[in-house]
T-cell receptor
Framework: GAGVSQSPSNKVTEKGKDVELRCDPISGHTALYWYRQSLGQGLEFLIYFQGNSAPDKSGLPSDRFSAERTGGSVSTLTIQRTQQEDSAVYLC??????????????FGPGTRLTVL | GENVEQHPSTLSVQEGDSAVIKCTYSDSASNYFPWYKQELGKGPQLIIDIRSNVGEKKDQRIAVTLNKTAKHFSLHITETQPEDSAVYFCAASTPGAGSYQLTFGKGTKLSVIP
């Protein structure tokens, strides 16, 4: 079946512009995560959506970052007034959520954002 | 919050040899430990995971061990092949955090020399 898809695959923007990144999770997965991967670094948690619950925004680095998930499926991550330090690969993951703890997360290919 | 340390950052092995990557975590409540393989230009792919009620898990040439007392877990790859060359990430998940978010190590770049 189809995996997690993200678009665009690459985005080059100028400092100060806004960008929107899109994630299509695996059908039926109720949990959706955004992570950021800077060059040579591990993955940094940004935000989590689960069903109709309030999202966990604890990882967002500043108020320039926001995300929404419409209809419990597609999600968009918005970065306003982009800065050069926002340059990174933004990864989306989705998972089923079961009563068990720890759920396998399936990652998309990522969006490489370059801020000039 | 949880902190995950991963070593080494780079590892080169001869084809056919074994590779071991080690991770430590800080939160004793963490109970799910996945390992991901990331090839250039792709998203991370889960290769094996272990839960805290298990000490070891094996899948063909890949095995993971967990020592809850010492709070460390390791990835073992035997009979390495060139296609094993990639960046490997360990991660830990803590229940009760509400989001099952993963805290990742910084990665190990594995190079298998033919």
């Amino acid at each position: 079946g189809a995996g997690v898809s993200q678009s665009p695959s690459n985005k080059v923007t100028e400092k100060g512009k806004d960008v929107e990144l899109r994630c299509d999770p695996i059908s039926g997965h109720t949990a959706l995560y955004w992570y950021r991967q800077s060059l040579g670094q591990g993955l940094e948690f940004l935000i989590y959506f689960q069903g109709n619950s309030a999202p966990d925004k604890s990882g967002l680095p500043s108020d320039r970052f926001s995300a929404e998930r419409t209809g419990g499926s597609v999600s968009t991550l918005t970065i306003q007034r982009t800065q050069q330090e926002d340059s990174a690969v933004y990864l989306c993951a989705s998972s089923l959520v079961t009563p068990l703890d720890g759920n396998e997360q399936f990652f998309g290919p990522g969006t490489r954002l370059t801020v000039l | 919050g949880e902190n995950v340390e991963q070593h080494p950052s780079t590892l080169s092995v001869q084809e056919g040899d074994s590779a071991v990557i080690k991770c430590t975590y800080s939160d004793s409540a963490s109970n799910y430990f996945p390992w991901y393989k990331q090839e250039l230009g792709k998203g991370p792919q889960l290769i094996i995971d272990i839960r805290s009620n298990v000490g070891e898990k094996k899948d063909q040439r890949i095995a993971v061990t967990l020592n809850k007392t010492a709070k460390h877990f390791s990835l073992h790859i035997t009979e390495t092949q060139p296609e094993d060359s990639a960046v490997y990430f360990c991660a830990a998940s803590t229940p009760g955090a509400g989001s099952y978010q993963l805290t990742f190590g910084k990665g190990t770049k594995l190079s298998v020399i033919p």
